[in-house]
């Protein structure tokens, strides 16, 4: 029982560490969709009864440890994506206010041209 919980962890530590390749190759789309993956396993693993799996293992103390060790591992990887991010943070800002500037340029592109000028809402209007 203790086995699949600690095996939870494992497949939250893979997706952290899977979280950060993706985190240095910049790929923000893959970063986010691993955090909504880490959220979900998050909510598996607050529904499971710690102590109580731990007890009916044949080896509670051996279990103990290597989640312990696993865990400081872990908190240890999300510290380091947690920097990432934030040195990230900066890049993704300028992407955004590059995108906004782009739309505005084609906005105000639709905005000058003035169609009263060139006639054209006089089409179906007749003489």
Sequence with gaps: MAKDKLQLYYKLYDLSR???EEILTGTIDNV???IRQKSELV????????????RSHKDPQGTLIEMQ????????LEQENTELLKDMAPDLENKVKK?????NNA?????????????????????
């Design 18 to 20: 899977q979280q950060r």
């Design 107 to 127: 906005s105000d592109a639709y905005k000058k041209d003035d169609r009263n000028k060139s006639g054209g809402n006089n089409i179906d209007q007749r003489s």
């Design 43 to 54: 909510l598996e693993l607050e529904e499971v009864d710690l102590e109580e799996e731990i």
């Design 99 to 103: 995108i906004k500037q782009e739309y």
């Design 69 to 76: 060790n696993l865990l400081k591992r872990l908190t240890e």
């Design 32 to 34: 986010l969709d691993i």
